[in-house]
């Protein structure tokens, strides 16, 4: 969430980043929050005047003791009995400030970074890099549904029957194409120095706040309500969740984790090709590629992850392009956001297989997430992450892409992790 020093720092940056999102009443949240907290802080430096009067009546009260001034200790202690009830009252109304507080900042979203581009929705993003040159002429081209079918490698019926809707079964080779990719992209993250963890699949709310995704996204997340806990719906937010209250030394960083896991969202149901087939699902298969980094270096990572994803891309010999999310198609915890979409030969459309984000303090101020500088102060830590990359689509556009008359080929990258060249019919 933002931070009340940065908004006092610099209101104006505040309130035109939050209009250039679509928040009209900016300036009345930001000076609405302000207010409170200054209220807070009155209440504070009271409550602690109180308790520093209650400190010094202590000691005056046990040196009265000790002189044998047993009656005059018995007045001054009256005196602390009127400091107590009323450090009592003045603790409640801290509470309640803290509170409200609290409650305004987490429902504002992360300002964005300056080269955001203004607009409210996909389509006013930027396109920053188009690489087509790999875009097969397809005669007769099938959509990728028609060939999992076909081929018999994913089975919606047999989903639909055991669970719903949006969770397929992956049968013999594709699976293996699956279980391929997983492992294609974890070993190259791990050459590329990233350390692999297996995390959790289910977090509890604390984790779910500390990532944003509660309260933003609660709507999308599987909810297990007598545990209260969620299913996740990217590895993001365990990963990065390793390191809520954490205190970070310098030598630390910078921190780059990856994992792979199913993830879940509730946000498949609406009609239409673009949530057919392998388009959009309930649940899925991610790697994901974390960063924490100090504040001064976010952006040399986010070149750097983006370069990165970009490599993997070009590695499967599929169609890509970069855009520049802008302000309105920017996540709630993003400061600036990249997106890949690979091209779908078959269904002439660009699919989305990654994004890349920085969130600079925002994640790292609700998870408490700091570094400890060399002169022991402590700063917020920047963290971003990645998707390095999202199965699915990945998968529906190497099948539409490398179709044939009477197979599928397969990138040469993955023929090492599959044992097959092709998917023969």
Not at 140 to 168: C, M, Q, R, S
Not at 236 to 254: A, F, G, H, Q, S
């Amino acid at each position: 969430m933002l931070t009340i020093s940065n908004i006092e720092k610099d209101l104006r940056k505040h309130i035109l980043g939050l209009q250039k999102r679509g928040i009209k009443d900016a300036e009345v949240l930001l000076k609405k929050i302000l207010k409170v907290d200054e209220e807070r802080k009155i209440i504070k430096r009271r409550l602690d005047s109180i308790l520093h009067e209650s400190n010094n009546i202590s000691k005056e009260i046990g040196q009265l003791f000790q002189q044998g001034k047993k009656r005059d200790a018995e007045i001054v202690k009256m005196k602390t009995s009127i400091l107590k009830e009323e450090s009592k009252k003045l603790n409640n109304e801290l509470q309640n400030k803290e509170t409200k507080l609290a409650s305004l900042l987490h429902d504002i979203p992360n300002i964005p970074n300056e080269i955001v581009p203004a607009g409210q929705s996909e389509h006013d993003n930027e396109v920053i890099k188009i690489a087509d040159s790999t875009i097969p002429k397809l005669e007769n081209g099938k959509p990728h549904w028609e060939l999992i079918e076909e081929y018999d490698i994913v089975d919606f019926d047999l989903g639909n029957k055991v669970t719903g809707a949006g969770f397929p079964f992956y049968k013999g080779k594709g699976a293996r194409v699956v279980r391929g990719m997983i492992n294609y992209f974890l070993d190259k993250a791990e050459e590329a120095g990233y350390l692999e963890v297996q995390p959790p699949v289910v977090v509890n709310e604390v984790s779910g706040f500390g990532t944003g995704q509660l309260p933003d996204k609660e709507g999308q997340m599987y909810h297990v309500e007598r545990n209260n806990l969620y299913l996740i719906p990217t590895a993001e937010v365990p990963i990065t969740n390793m390191y809520r209250d954490t205190i970070l030394k310098r030598d630390d960083l910078p921190i780059k984790n990856t994992g792979h896991t199913p993830c879940f969202r509730k946000e498949a149901g609406s009609w239409g090709s673009h949530v057919r087939g392998l388009n959009r699902l309930h649940q899925f298969d991610k790697v994901e590629i974390v960063h924490i980094v100090a504040p001064e270096k976010s952006y040399e990572a986010l070149d750097e992850m983006v370069l990165y994803v970009e490599s993997l891309i070009v590695s499967l010999n599929l169609p890509y392009r970069i855009l520049r999310l802008c302000a309105g198609d920017l996540g709630f915890a993003s400061a600036l956001t990249y997106d890949f979409e690979v091209f779908s030969a078959a269904q002439k459309k660009w699919l989305e297989v990654s994004s890349v984000s920085n969130f600079e303090t925002y994640q790292a101020n609700r998870l408490k997430l700091r570094i400890k500088k060399d002169d022991g102060k402590k700063v917020l830590a920047h963290t971003l992450n990645g998707s390095a990359l999202a199965l699915p689509r990945i998968l529906a556009a190497i099948l539409e892409n490398n179709q044939k008359k009477n197979g599928i080929k397969m990138p040469e990258v993955l023929i090492p992790y599959l044992g097959f060249k092709e998917i023969m019919k």
